[in-house]
Structures are given as structure tokens and as C-alpha cells.
């Protein structure tokens, strides 16, 4: 018998899929960088792109292994088999593309699901613990979470049978009450609901959503590990969702503040496009423009619950990615449609409650699940370590404090005090903090 090659069609898209996704993390860099005050800019920046370096390696060392391996716990988590991808070479192969670069698909998920906690915590958690926390996160909750939905044996797909196509369940709602649990270990910023805390640049807000909506399209057309009709559908879906996230927005805010903003404009597109994730390719068209559409509008509503509830997710993390990733998962029980699920059907066609019924336990316990375990990372590292930072740093910024250095130098420091050659030693004499 001949030995099995990779399809060079489908190994050719999950290239290009790879480093769509590869690029959404520093455009979410840009995204949350636009939304923050200019005294910590660099700081979200580097929150981003250390999540890479940190993430690859953890992934690497046994991250791949534990969520992909062969499953040891009863559909809980995989085995150590392939710890610094042994056994992989390049002529393995997962389906029809070598393991390598599946593996490296995969990885680029980790990554950007750990950068967007970030957002939850922005202008106030210490650099170090979050060094920390990322690689502990990773393995504790993303880990296991993409080996119940994805890995062999997971037992939220094969045993609980709830689908999920790119991710609302370890991406977007892993992310969303992650990002819940470490504001609430944090507190809210020093001004939360007092001052005004408007994105500093939206131009960089808006260039942000265009790259996150240009690389999700590999993350999820490329989740059909193939170039084929399944990565086409998905492809047009992503689109058509993020497309009528954004009009959703901005109906709600001409309705309820009377203009929409280029704010809203760039948040529901993401919106839209958290929704559609996981349902990409389980729903038809005219599923995928409602999807997008009710992530709009309940999103829009969904990131002021902060205020009223007293929790500072700083830059809608939860009332976004979770409340989006929720909306996406529940809506394959009522938009699945057999011809791209093979054989799972939604209320609408005909398939009654029963997937929405398995859809809805298992964004329960994923929700809970990853908050929990957060929580407790959290609260561990904030009682060895320190998470949050100083009251003086927070105030001066976490650029000058942590990393010495400014986004601007054009006569204003982040909190408003005019730059001068005594203000900018002083700001960086404040103990540095990591």
C-alpha cells in the first residue's frame, strides 16, 4: 500500500488559514491599544504579543498534547504522548494536512484566546503576574476546554454531542468569564465611574477590527482543515455575520443615543464575528445574518451591564466575547442544519430542543468551568505575587512605570499633565513594577 501524502490544496489553505490567525493577536493589539487611555498603550501591546511567545511555548512543551493526544480521562483531557511534538514529524498526518501545521492552527487559537482576557484587565494588573498567569491559564483552562470540544474523545463532542465549529466554547466563552473572574480578583480601575475613560485613538480601534476581521476568516474557513465547499460556506458566513453585527450596533445607538460611532461600528463587527464563530459551519446564510444581528443588538446592551453591576471589565470582554460566544453556541440549536452538520438539525428544522438542549449545558459548564478555575488562579496569584498594580503606577500609567517608555511624545502624558524634563523623570523614579 502506498503511503499517505497531504492534499496540497488543503495543506495550501491551512498555511494561509495559520497566518490569518497568527495575525488577528496584534491586530487585537491595535484593537484594545485604540481603547485604552494613552498612559498604557505599550502596556496592552505587550499584553498581546507576549501572549504569543508564552503561549507557543506552553503549547509546544504539552499544551498540544493534553488538548489533541490521544484522550487518557474519560473524555477530560489527552495524554503526554506528544510533549514537545514527539512523534511528529513532517510526514504525520491529521486528515489530509501534515500534524504539524494542524498543530499550529491550533496554536494560534491559544494564543489569541489568552490575549483576549487581557482586555478585562486593562490599565491596572501587574506585567509580571501576568507572565505568570498566561501559561498557568493556558494549560488549566484552555487546554482541557479545546480537548472536550475538539480533542479525540472530548466528551462535550462525542458524548454530549454539542457542536462547535471555531470556538465559541474554548475561545470565546473561556475568554469572556476568564476575563470576568480576573476583574473581579482585581477591582475596578481608581476612576471607575467617576472619570472619563475614552478610547484614545479610534483610527487604531478601527484598523484593529479590520485585521481581527480579516484573520477571522482563516480562523474560521480554515477550522474545515481543507479547501472545500464546508471552508467556502463558512467563509461567507463569517462575513454576512460581521457585516449585520455592525449595522445591528449602530441601529441601537442611533435609536438609543441618537448617532453611531466608529466605536460601535468596529464592536459590533466583532460582535458579530464571536457569534458566528462557532456556528459558521453549522448554519445556513440566512442563519448566519440573524446570528450576527442578535449579537449586534444584545451586545450593544450587553456592555453596559458594568456599570449597573459594579464589575470594571475595562474593555468589554465579557459583554462581547462571552455574551457573543453564549448567543453563537445557543443559536446552532435553532439555525443547525443537517446538510452541514451531518445529521444534527436546530429547532427550526425540524430537530426540536434536543440540540439546543445539549448546546446550552455545554456553554453552562464551560462558562463555569473556565470562571472558576480563573477565579482561583487569580486569587492565588494575587495572594503569592501581587496582581494588581500600585495605586501611584496605575495613575502614572503603566507605560512609563513598567516599561519606561511612551506611545506619544508630543507634549502630553497619558493622565493629562503636560510633558516636561522633571515630569518624565519623575514618572519613571516611581519604583518600577513588573
Not at 489527552?78 to 499550529?104: E, I, K, N, Q, Y
Not at 484593529?208 to 472545500?228: H, I, K, M, R, V
Not at 430542543?353 to 468551568?369: D, F, S, W
Request: hydrophobic residues 55%; proline residues 3%.
Amino acid at each position: 500500500m502506498a503511503a499517505a501524502h497531504a492534499n496540497t490544496g488543503d495543506t495550501a489553505w491551512l498555511l494561509a488559514a495559520t497566518a490569518l490567525v497568527l495575525l488577528m493577536t496584534p491586530g487585537l493589539a491595535l484593537f484594545y491599544g485604540g481603547m485604552v487611555r494613552t498612559k498604557s498603550v505599550l502596556n496592552m501591546l505587550m499584553m498581546s504579543f507576549v501572549s504569543i511567545a508564552l503561549v507557543t511555548v506552553v503549547w509546544l512543551a504539552a499544551g498540544y498534547s493534553l488538548a489533541f493526544g490521544d484522550d487518557v480521562a474519560g473524555g477530560l483531557i489527552g495524554g503526554l504522548d506528544h510533549a514537545g511534538m514527539a512523534g511528529l514529524g513532517p510526514d504525520s498526518l491529521h486528515g489530509t494536512v501534515p500534524t504539524l501545521l494542524f498543530a499550529t492552527f491550533q496554536l494560534t487559537f491559544a494564543v489569541i484566546t489568552a490575549a483576549l482576557i487581557s482586555g478585562a484587565i486593562a490599565d491596572r494588573a501587574k506585567f509580571g503576574a501576568w507572565l505568570v498567569f498566561v501559561p498557568v491559564w493556558t494549560l488549566l483552562v484552555y487546554v482541557p476546554v479545546a480537548h472536550w470540544v475538539w480533542g479525540p474523545g472530548g466528551w462535550i463532542l462525542e458524548r454530549l454531542g454539542a457542536l462547535d465549529f471555531a470556538g465559541g466554547l474554548p475561545v470565546e466563552i473561556t475568554s469572556g468569564a476568564s476575563g470576568l473572574a480576573l476583574c473581579l480578583v482585581l477591582g475596578p480601575r481608581l476612576g471607575f465611574k467617576k472619570d472619563a475613560m475614552r478610547p484614545h485613538n479610534l483610527p487604531m480601534v478601527m484598523l484593529g477590527a479590520g485585521l481581527l476581521w480579516f484573520g477571522w476568516f482563516g480562523f474560521n474557513a480554515g477550522s474545515a482543515l481543507g479547501a472545500n465547499g464546508l471552508a467556502a460556506a463558512a467563509f461567507l458566513n463569517t462575513l454576512a455575520a460581521g457585516c449585520t453585527g455592525l449595522l445591528g450596533w449602530l441601529f441601537v445607538e442611533q435609536k438609543r443615543d441618537g448617532h453611531p460611532t466608529t466605536l460601535g461600528a468596529a464592536s459590533g463587527a466583532v460582535a458579530g464575528l464571536v457569534a458566528i464563530t462557532p456556528s459558521c459551519g453549522t448554519v445556513s446564510l440566512l442563519g448566519a445574518l440573524v446570528v450576527g444581528l442578535a449579537a449586534g443588538v444584545v451586545c450593544s446592551y450587553a456592555v453596559g451591564w458594568k456599570f449597573k453591576l459594579n464589575y470594571d471589565d475595562s474593555l468589554d470582554v465579557v459583554g462581547v466575547h462571552l455574551v457573543g460566544g453564549v448567543i453563537g453556541t445557543l443559536l446552532i440549536g435553532v439555525f443547525a442544519v443537517d446538510g452541514m452538520t451531518g445529521g444534527a438539525q436546530g429547532l427550526l428544522y425540524g430537530g426540536g430542543l434536543a440540540q439546543l438542549g445539549r448546546q446550552l449545558v455545554a456553554v453552562a459548564v464551560v462558562a463555569v468551568y473556565a470562571f472558576t478555575v480563573t477565579y482561583g488562579i487569580g486569587r492565588l496569584l494575587d495572594a503569592v505575587i501581587g496582581l494588581r498594580a500600585d495605586e501611584d503606577h496605575e495613575h502614572t500609567g503603566l507605560d512609563l512605570t513598567v516599561h519606561a517608555e511612551t506611545a506619544y511624545d508630543h507634549g502630553v502624558l497619558g493622565h493629562g499633565a503636560p510633558v516636561s524634563a522633571h515630569s518624565v523623570v519623575s514618572a519613571q523614579k516611581v519604583k518600577p513594577q513588573a
